[in-house]
């Protein structure tokens, strides 16, 4: 088989790749290793900043985000037993983010795929990649017991954190930059009505939680937890005693009991690879950096990654233009790692640490008063959560800069 791109992975990043690759003329395959089912029910992440949003807009994939998605102005910050709004909107001009599932993008974009005819092809084994440093380089997989062979132009490594991809880049050349935490979020889906419409982050002496939601009748709830928790000792009733406990307020606000349908530990980690790119493999999305959810972060990176990575070869087939595709990781490095800090910054600030000094602990909690109490630092809180705008068009498709 022959392909302009071949791309691995079909999370957020290579399918909205492939999709926005085609809307501009230039042929891709995709290879998945997980089901088509499981790839429409991994339950992640769930909120979109504006820029993700307008992406996904202006690709034509955002009919049911508009009518099912939640739009949120602002967030709450609860520590000292007290909520404090942080009004993301009015600090940010009109800027704001949308509630709506990782696993409901992935649908829109496999529906996408369906409708359109792409090349996506799940259930593959021993995907490997060949001669990415040459000028005609390969992806071969197993599919359905035989053995395939994709030669194209690129290859588009969007095969998460645990993907092969980013093997293909030598140890010499490869830096990597990493930093793992010491606790992990204990996450639950509830059918449950959300008891509050925007998102709230608590900072308790017993440890962070969080109250989020995917739907009118969903929601999403999680509660830091030890990297090695065991999920057996959790049942319905002490998670919901615990989110209680954590949640305590001068109001009496408390999440909405409901029927537990998922339970998960997610680990903590923040994990960047330079460069993102080598001979002509780019990485994109969790492949090349991993952040801690607590800046809900990591889907919209992958989503920046592939805007980015579309336009720069668009620009190389429809112009002949080579030096977007040449600044590719530079260009996406400076937005990944103002995302690592951020997601770092709020990661420190939200959950205390016992392994930390009382020092240390004091320090996040004046962290979270200033921030809750000066403009300046709420308005830099707020225009990182919302996402920072996307750097002005390239010149590509003809169109002078
Ligand atoms: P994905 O989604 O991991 O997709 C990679 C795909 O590649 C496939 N694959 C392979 N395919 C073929 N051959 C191989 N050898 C392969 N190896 C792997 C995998 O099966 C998979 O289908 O990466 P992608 O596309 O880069 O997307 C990244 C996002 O999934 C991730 O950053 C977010 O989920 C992170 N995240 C959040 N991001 C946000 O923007 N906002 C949030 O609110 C948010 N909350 C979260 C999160 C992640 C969480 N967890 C579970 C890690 C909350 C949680 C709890
Ligand atoms: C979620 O709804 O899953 C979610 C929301 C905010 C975060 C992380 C996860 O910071």
């Given at each position: 088989m022959r392909t302009q791109v071949a791309i691995v992975g079909a999370g957020p990043a290579g399918l909205l790749l492939s999709h926005l690759l085609r809307i501009q003329g230039i042929d891709c395959v995709v290879v998945e290793m997980r089901s088509r089912e499981y790839c429409e029910n991994r339950v992640r992440a769930g909120v979109l900043e504006q820029g993700t949003v307008d992406t996904l807009n202006e690709a034509g994939l955002g009919e049911r985000m508009r009518n099912e998605g939640l739009v949120h102005h602002g967030i709450e910050l609860l520590f000292d037993r007290r909520r404090h709004r942080i009004d993301m909107s009015k600090l940010t001009g009109g800027r704001a983010i949308t509630v709506y599932g990782q696993h409901e993008v992935v649908r829109d974009l496999i529906a996408a795929a369906d409708t359109h005819h792409h090349k996506l092809y799940f259930d593959v084994t021993d995907v490997s990649l060949h001669d990415v440093k040459t000028d005609h380089p390969s992806v071969r997989y197993t599919h359905d017991g035989v053995e395939h062979t994709i030669e194209c132009d690129y290859v588009a490594g969007?095969?998460?954190?645990?993907?092969?991809?980013?093997?293909?880049?030598p140890a010499d050349v490869l830096r990597t930059y990493e930093r793992v935490y010491p606790y992990a979020w204990l996450g639950i889906l509830a059918d449950a009505a959300p008891s509050c419409d925007e998102l709230v982050y608590a900072h308790h002496e017993r440890g962070f939680a969080l109250f989020s939601m995917r739907s009118p009748t969903v929601t999403r709830l999680y509660l830091q937890c030890?990297?090695?928790?065991?999920?057996?000792?959790?049942?319905d009733d002490r998670i919901w005693n615990e989110l209680e406990t954590r949640f305590e307020n001068d109001v009496g606000w408390k999440p909405t009991r409901g029927k537990i349908t998922q339970k998960s530990v997610t680990p903590m980690r923040s994990f960047v690879t330079e460069p993102m790119q080598y001979g002509r493999l780019f990485l994109a999305g969790d492949a090349a950096h991993i952040v801690p959810p607590t800046g809900a972060k990591g889907m919209n990176l992958a989503v920046a990654d592939v805007r980015m990575l579309s336009r720069a070869l668009a620009a190389r087939y429809n112009?002949?233009?080579?030096d977007l595709l040449d600044r590719y990781s530079a260009d996406c490095l400076e937005r990944v790692w103002r995302a690592e800090h951020f997601s770092y910054f709020m990661t420190n600030m939200l959950h205390p640490s016992f392994d930390d000094t009382p020092f240390v602990n004091r320090l996040k909690m004046s962290e979270l008063k200033y921030v809750s109490s000066s403009e300046a630092a709420a308005r830099a809180l707020a225009e990182n959560y919302v996402g920072l705008p996307f750097a002005p068009e390239p010149r590509v498709l003809g169109k002078a800069a």
């Open positions: 969007c095969d998460g954190f645990h993907g092969i991809s980013r093997q293909a880049i030890q990297p090695d928790e065991n999920l057996d000792a959790w049942s112009e002949s233009r080579d």
